[in-house]
């Protein structure tokens, strides 16, 4: 396996979108909750020796602040590339308004 390039940086807010989401969906499923959960954190950790597999978002001013999305089942993981960081800043169902929560 090849070496890290970049670190995973979770913001609280991200921290606590992840609490979130397991609660959530524990409530009627918690191996479900498990297996969402790794799968996010599975995907994020990809991010260290790819950081530009997210999509650019379509919305102009979420582009604008530089965030970049990553696609995971209903999921939306919103980050931005520092100089050799990756900074999770939130991750969003994507039915819900997710830039009114990022800006």
Do not use: C, W
Not at 11 to 37: F, K, Q, T, V
Not at 65 to 78: D, E, N, T
């Amino acid at each position: 396996m090849s070496k890290p390039r970049f670190k995973i940086r979770y913001l609280r807010s991200a921290e606590d979108d992840l609490y979130g989401i397991a609660d959530y969906i524990s409530e009627d499923n918690p191996r479900a909750a498990n297996r969402m959960i790794d799968r996010l954190e599975q995907s994020i950790i990809r991010l260290e020796l790819s950081p530009f597999a997210g999509k650019l978002p379509d919305d102009d001013e979420l582009r604008r602040r530089s965030y970049r999305m990553l696609i995971v089942g209903k999921y939306l993981v919103f980050y931005k590339i520092k100089e050799t960081a990756v900074e999770i800043h939130r991750i969003i169902h994507g039915a819900r308004d997710y830039k009114h929560l990022l800006i």
